[in-house]
Structure formats: structure tokens, C-alpha cells
């Protein structure tokens, strides 16, 4: 698990990808189920060039971006870490400095922070 600072944030936008948008539905659904995340969005197909074992690659990929606060990244990050089918996936974690305070409440409501 990744030592995380996240300072003030309460609250957290995890970004991940898969290369197949049933997959990416399934790891979305398992995520709000585990209550690890109160939400998550499905974007793409995207197009991403990356540089992986020696090699510039280009692929389709589904882009997750889930909600859900500083204190359970750790557990998302976990779950996606289990359920991914990439060797070595991106897990991204942004905090999320204002939002709309309804919102923020809902998303705590909803992981059960």
C-alpha cells in the first residue's frame, strides 16, 4: 500500500484505466458495492501512448475516475490493486481541496466515513 500525505483534503479523485469497457464496469460496480468508492465514472475510449518495457506503445483504454475521501484511498486502493488486470496499473489519487459541501457529505455518507 502507497504511504499517502494528503495534507487538509478530505477527500480524494482516484484515476485508473483499463483496455476493455466491460472490465472497467465490473472494477466500477465491485468499488461502490465495497463501499470503497461512492462513485465512479466511466470515460473513453481514449487513446494513450505510453512508454512500457523499452517500447512507446499506443492502446484504446476506459478511464475510471472514483470519489471517495482521503482516509479511504487505502482501501480503493486495494480493491483496485485485486481486481486490475494490468501488471502494473495506474492508480492516480488527487485531493480534492473545496466541492460543494452536499456533495462532500454525500460521498462520506456513501463510504461510510
Known amino acids: 500500500m502507497t504511504e499517502v500525505e494528503m495534507g487538509e483534503a478530505k477527500f480524494v479523485q ?5 483496455d476493455d469497457r ?6 466500477a460496480r465491485s468499488a461502490l458495492e465495497a463501499r470503497v468508492a461512492a ?6 475510449p481514449i487513446r494513450s501512448v505510453y ?5 512507446v ?6 478511464m475510471l475516475v472514483f470519489k471517495t475521501t ?3 484511498y487505502p482501501a480503493l486502493e486495494r480493491h483496485i490493486l485485486d481486481r486490475h488486470p494490468y501488471e502494473t496499473p495506474e ?3 488527487t485531493p480534492v481541496v473545496a466541492g460543494n459541501p452536499a456533495y462532500l457529505d454525500w460521498v462520506a455518507a456513501e463510504t461510510g466515513q
Open 14 to 18: 482516484v484515476v485508473t484505466t483499463l
Open 22 to 27: 466491460d472490465a472497467a464496469l465490473s472494477l
Open 39 to 44: 462513485c465512479a465514472q466511466l470515460g473513453g
Open 51 to 55: 512508454r512500457w518495457q523499452g517500447a
Open 57 to 62: 506503445e499506443e492502446a484504446d483504454e476506459f
Open 70 to 72: 482521503a482516509a479511504g
Open 91 to 93: 492508480i492516480v489519487c
